[in-house]
Structure formats: structure tokens, C-alpha cells
């Protein structure tokens, strides 16, 4: 792993088609954890998350309405608002926390087991989704960050949020697990993210939405698109 950095400037050279740590395994599958009750818990179905969030989400938004009582039009607004800005955490955590090439072993180590193992098994269905357990601490470290920037209001945001997050679980499941689909724009989805996991890992970072790598300057050329037809 400590050739991270060494690796990066390979790729980026062309002297390789892709960094050895992110490289794509011939397995279906690999393990994170030695012992076998941490390694379950480092999985997951793509149900469990969704039921959980939805369920949470749903509790909130009906908190801030009927107790809270944050005025309907207010609530949408901000759950909206909530929507637009996972996409945007969304980019940068992908592309910021994940692909930032690094040799230090503590970084190396969250973004190996948060996200490089996906990149080496990217068609394992139980890697396709944070496990509800970290995926429940997390929820509560950015519901506890929204709730300091803007008070009661987080019982409306952070439900749109978390409907972000949904569709972003569920369209990332189904780019990995399901061929890519005739409408235009769901198949222009899935030809992005197979570019960052196929071809080149440091652009195309959005998965539910394109839009920040048009802001960003991270859009992968159509001829590098035209080249994932091979992994369909």
C-alpha cells in the first residue's frame, strides 16, 4: 500500500493501465477482516440500508412537521435543499477522502476498507452499500453536524439528505448489478461510473449525478465512454 503515491504517477504517465491498489481482482469477492463476525459486519444486502434510513428519515420528517412544526413549504424546500447537497458531499468525499493518494497508513487503511476493496471487487453485492452499523454512526455525526449549523431545521434537511444518499445506494447497486439500460439518461450514468472503475479512477466521480464533475472539470471524454461498451 505504501506505493500509493508511486503508483498514482505511474498511471498518470500511461506506464500503467491502472494503480495496483485499486486494480480490479479476477475473485468475485475478498475479506477485509480475519475474524469472521467483523467480516459480516463489513457487509451487507442493499435492503438493509434502504429499510433502515427510510425508516429513520421518515420519523424525522414527520417530527419536524407535527412537533417542530416547520410550515410544509419550508419542509420541502429544505428537504430539496437536504436532495442537492448529499450530491455534492457525495462528489467530494468520493473524490477528496477516497482518491486522494497518500502514503499515510491510517488514511491508507479507512480508504482501502471504505472504498478500495470495492474498487478491487466492484461486483461483490455485499460491498455495494456502507453496513447499517457504520452507516448509523455516521448518519448521527452529519445529523449532529447539520443539527449545530441550523438548529431544529435538521429534523426537515437531513430526510432529504438521507433520500440522496437512498438514491445514490440504490443507483450504485444497480450500475454494478445491472446492464446498462436504453434510457439515455440512466445509460449516460452507468457508462460514467464505469469509466472511473475501469479506465481511469481519478475522474467521473459522481455516481448519482454527473453534475459535479461538469463543475469540477472531472468528465470523462466521450471516447473513454465509447471504451466501456467492453465491460457491460
Same mark, same amino acid.
Given at each position: 500500500m505504501k506505493k500509493n =503515491?508511486?503508483? /498514482?504517477?505511474? @498511471?498518470?504517465? +500511461?506506464?500503467?493501465?491502472?494503480?495496483e491498489h485499486l486494480a480490479i481482482r479476477k475473485e468475485l469477492e475478498g475479506s477485509l477482516f480475519k475474524n469472521k463476525f467483523l467480516e459480516q459486519l463489513s457487509r451487507t444486502s442493499i435492503f438493509s440500508p434502504i429499510i433502515i434510513h427510510i425508516t %429513520? &428519515? &421518515?420519523f424525522? @420528517?414527520?417530527? +419536524? %412537521?407535527s412537533y417542530i412544526e416547520v410550515l410544509l413549504q419550508m419542509a420541502l424546500l429544505l428537504v430539496g435543499s437536504g436532495f442537492v447537497f448529499w450530491t455534492f458531499a457525495e462528489y467530494n468525499v468520493h473524490r477528496f477522502l477516497y482518491h486522494t493518494e497518500t502514503n499515510w497508513n491510517f488514511l491508507l487503511k479507512l480508504q482501502h476498507n471504505a472504498h478500495g476493496i470495492h474498487h478491487q471487487y466492484p461486483r461483490d453485492p455485499t460491498r455495494l452499500a456502507m453496513p447499517p452499523i457504520p452507516g448509523i454512526i455516521l448518519s448521527g455525526l452529519f445529523f449532529l453536524i447539520f443539527w449545530l449549523v441550523m +438548529? &431544529? /431545521? =435538521?429534523f426537515v434537511f437531513f430526510p432529504g439528505f438521507m433520500m440522496g444518499y437512498l438514491a445514490y445506494i440504490s443507483l450504485h447497486y444497480a450500475q454494478h448489478r445491472i446492464k446498462s439500460p436504453i434510457y439515455p439518461p440512466f445509460k449516460a450514468l452507468w457508462k460514467?461510473?464505469?469509466v472511473h472503475h475501469y479506465i481511469n479512477p481519478y475522474i467521473a466521480h459522481g455516481v448519482s449525478t454527473r453534475f459535479w464533475d461538469f463543475v469540477y472539470g472531472t468528465m470523462p471524454s466521450k471516447k473513454l465512454k465509447d471504451e466501456t461498451a467492453k465491460f457491460r
Amino acid at each position: 500500500m505504501k506505493k500509493n =503515491v508511486k503508483e /498514482y504517477l505511474a @498511471f498518470k504517465r +500511461g506506464e500503467t493501465k491502472m494503480p495496483e491498489h485499486l486494480a480490479i481482482r479476477k475473485e468475485l469477492e475478498g475479506s477485509l477482516f480475519k475474524n469472521k463476525f467483523l467480516e459480516q459486519l463489513s457487509r451487507t444486502s442493499i435492503f438493509s440500508p434502504i429499510i433502515i434510513h427510510i425508516t %429513520i &428519515s &421518515s420519523f424525522l @420528517f414527520w417530527y +419536524g %412537521i407535527s412537533y417542530i412544526e416547520v410550515l410544509l413549504q419550508m419542509a420541502l424546500l429544505l428537504v430539496g435543499s437536504g436532495f442537492v447537497f448529499w450530491t455534492f458531499a457525495e462528489y467530494n468525499v468520493h473524490r477528496f477522502l477516497y482518491h486522494t493518494e497518500t502514503n499515510w497508513n491510517f488514511l491508507l487503511k479507512l480508504q482501502h476498507n471504505a472504498h478500495g476493496i470495492h474498487h478491487q471487487y466492484p461486483r461483490d453485492p455485499t460491498r455495494l452499500a456502507m453496513p447499517p452499523i457504520p452507516g448509523i454512526i455516521l448518519s448521527g455525526l452529519f445529523f449532529l453536524i447539520f443539527w449545530l449549523v441550523m +438548529g &431544529s /431545521y =435538521v429534523f426537515v434537511f437531513f430526510p432529504g439528505f438521507m433520500m440522496g444518499y437512498l438514491a445514490y445506494i440504490s443507483l450504485h447497486y444497480a450500475q454494478h448489478r445491472i446492464k446498462s439500460p436504453i434510457y439515455p439518461p440512466f445509460k449516460a450514468l452507468w457508462k460514467h461510473h464505469h469509466v472511473h472503475h475501469y479506465i481511469n479512477p481519478y475522474i467521473a466521480h459522481g455516481v448519482s449525478t454527473r453534475f459535479w464533475d461538469f463543475v469540477y472539470g472531472t468528465m470523462p471524454s466521450k471516447k473513454l465512454k465509447d471504451e466501456t461498451a467492453k465491460f457491460r
